[in-house]
């Protein structure tokens, strides 16, 4: 589901246009073909509420079908990522459910990491300050990170008597940062610093803060022209492959590379070679 003026309308499978989505519990920005997120609650350092998580949810679903977006970024405004949930807003409404309803948002949490998983396009989280909580798993569920030196990512779970493995967290941040790197911050609940975090390999680079926003919209600009098709089978596959043996990802990368063999970017990319220019990708 995706809103426009306020009303829900179903996209029924088709290709669509995300320039008209009107965002509710967080700001949207179209740069071109990126989708620029920002979560703007900045005088409580970006908190996520329950409306918040179910909308991001529905939007990242909405992008498998957007036309118009080729990659996002996803930011927070005023210095900071975003402090996870809401203490008043979300911790303290669910010390006073009963288990169904607490299994039900659990469940939701954890079908917005699917969805950003799920969507085509390649995401970047430019992480600037606290980013703690479900704002560290948001940056985690990215595909990429640039954070600065400032920047603080605590997966603080344990800190408020809850277990680690949270919206996939044991699953996906050992695969970025190792077992071990992992297990501490997650045991402990203590903050990464952002030098950490790129020495880690959480951080694909660390920028100035002031630079920061720019330096992911350049690279998220620049993924936006490249095989967006091609892009999209890349991060299926990536994320398909943590279950697979090496036989069956190399069987299922042949067959992934044959679906991107007859479609028009490569035959762009052939043709432009020839004649020594540069290709112009449309996705096709």
Not at 36 to 52: A, G, I
Not at 71 to 91: E, K, L, P, R, Y
Not at 157 to 173: E, H, K, N, P, S
């Amino acid at each position: 589901m995706r809103y426009v003026h306020g009303e829900k309308q179903m996209l029924h499978g088709a290709r669509a246009a995300m320039a008209g989505y009107q965002a509710r519990h967080f700001s949207l920005e179209a740069r071109g073909a990126t989708a620029v997120v920002t979560l703007d609650r900045p005088e409580r350092k970006n908190p996520l509420t329950f409306e918040s998580y179910a909308e991001l949810r529905d939007f990242f679903r909405d992008l498998a079908y957007a036309e118009d977006i080729r990659t996002v970024v996803i930011q927070g405004a005023g210095g900071n990522f975003c402090s996870g949930g809401d203490v008043h807003d979300i911790i303290g409404p669910l010390t006073k459910l009963d288990m169904p309803s607490l299994l039900a948002f659990t469940r939701m949490t954890g079908d917005l990491v699917k969805a950003m998983r799920a969507c085509p396009q390649p995401i970047i989280a430019a992480v600037d300050g606290v980013c703690a909580g479900a704002g560290a798993i948001l940056a985690m569920a990215a595909d990429m990170r640039l954070g600065t030196a400032r920047s603080k990512t605590a997966f603080l779970f344990t800190r408020v008597g809850l277990a680690g493995c949270d919206m996939g967290a044991c699953a996906i941040l050992p695969r970025l940062i190792g077992q071990g790197r992992a297990s501490e911050l997650l045991y402990t609940g203590r903050a990464m610093s952002g030098d950490e975090g790129e020495r880690w390999g959480f951080f694909n680079r660390l920028c100035e803060p002031e630079a920061l926003l720019e330096e992911a919209c350049a690279l998220a600009a620049s993924l936006a022209q490249g095989p967006t098709f091609a892009h999209a089978m890349t991060k299926r596959m990536l994320h398909q492959e943590w279950n697979m043996s090496i036989e069956q990802a190399i069987e299922s990368e042949a067959q992934a590379q044959a679906i991107c063999m007859a479609t028009n970017d490569f035959h762009r990319a052939y043709h432009a070679f020839v004649a020594k220019q540069r290709p112009v990708f449309e996705g096709d």
